[in-house]
């Protein structure tokens, strides 16, 4: 249980346009979603949280104009990269906090999706 | 604020051999939760073993296990009889409890060795 998906996987786009990011709980329900940016060999850099049916909250230095969140279900968000340019490729990844309690009582655990690797060219 | 500090960029362990991990994480809350996740070349990142501030008794999951002193703000992940498998890189990260953001260290890279 707890699987996270992520769409797609690899995308490689012209430096301009736009990019999704989906990313879905397949077996539980999420009212809490986190973005992550990850650069090689570092840790992971939280962009946003994401709470379905609400605006998303960003951190500090992450333009909310560029990474457009939407958290439309408790069971999908995605991650729009606007105007996309060179700098804005990375490794983004999504983890989902279970609603409520799982079976295993896991409060608090984040589960995360294999990650989308964008090249901005 | 709440920090989570990893001292070893990179460790090496030999296969059937066993490999302490460290971690220290620095915050005011009594309650909270620390994880370790396990980021393999494939770059998804596996939950390892969970432990609850609250409970006494150290969290283990098969060949993973940890030592949390929580006076000493230490939580260290044991690996025993290391697998080529293991070689990865691992995060240690902490949430207070009812928060809502995880804290990860910056990450010990695990190097197996046959």
């Known amino acids: 249980g707890a699987v996270v998906s992520q769409h797609p996987s690899w995308v490689i786009c012209k430096s301009g346009t736009s990019v999704k990011i989906e990313c879905r709980s397949l077996?539980?329900?999420?009212?809490?979603m986190f973005w992550y940016r990850q650069f090689p060999k570092q840790s992971l850099m939280l962009m946003a949280t994401s709470n379905e049916g609400s605006k998303a909250t960003y951190e500090q230095g992450v333009e909310k104009d560029k990474f457009l969140i939407n958290h439309a279900s408790l069971t999908l968000s995605t991650l729009t990269v606007t105007s996309a340019h060179p700098e804005d490729s990375s490794f983004y990844i999504c983890?989902?906090?279970?609603?409520?309690?799982?079976?295993?009582?896991?409060?608090?655990?984040?589960?995360f999706g294999p990650g989308t690797r964008l090249l901005v060219l | 604020a709440q920090t989570v500090t990893q001292s070893q960029p990179e460790m090496s362990v030999q296969e059937a051999e066993t490999v302490t991990l460290s971690c220290t994480y620095d915050?005011?809350?009594?309650?909270?939760?620390l994880f370790w996740y396990k980021q393999p070349p494939s770059r998804q990142m596996i939950l390892v073993i969970r432990q609850e501030a609250y409970k006494q008794q150290n969290a283990t999951e098969n060949r993973f296990s940890v030592n949390f002193q929580k006076a000493a703000k230490s939580f260290s992940l044991k690996i025993s009889d290391s697998q080529l498998g293991d070689a990865a890189m691992y995060f240690c990260a902490y949430i207070a409890e009812y928060g809502n953001k995880l804290v990860f260290g910056a990450g010990t890279i695990l190097r197996v060795k046959s």
């Open positions: 915050t005011s809350e009594s309650d909270y939760y």
């Open positions: 983890s989902a906090r279970p609603w409520g309690l799982t079976s295993g009582g896991e409060v608090e655990t984040q589960y």
């Open positions: 077996d539980f329900q999420a009212t809490t």
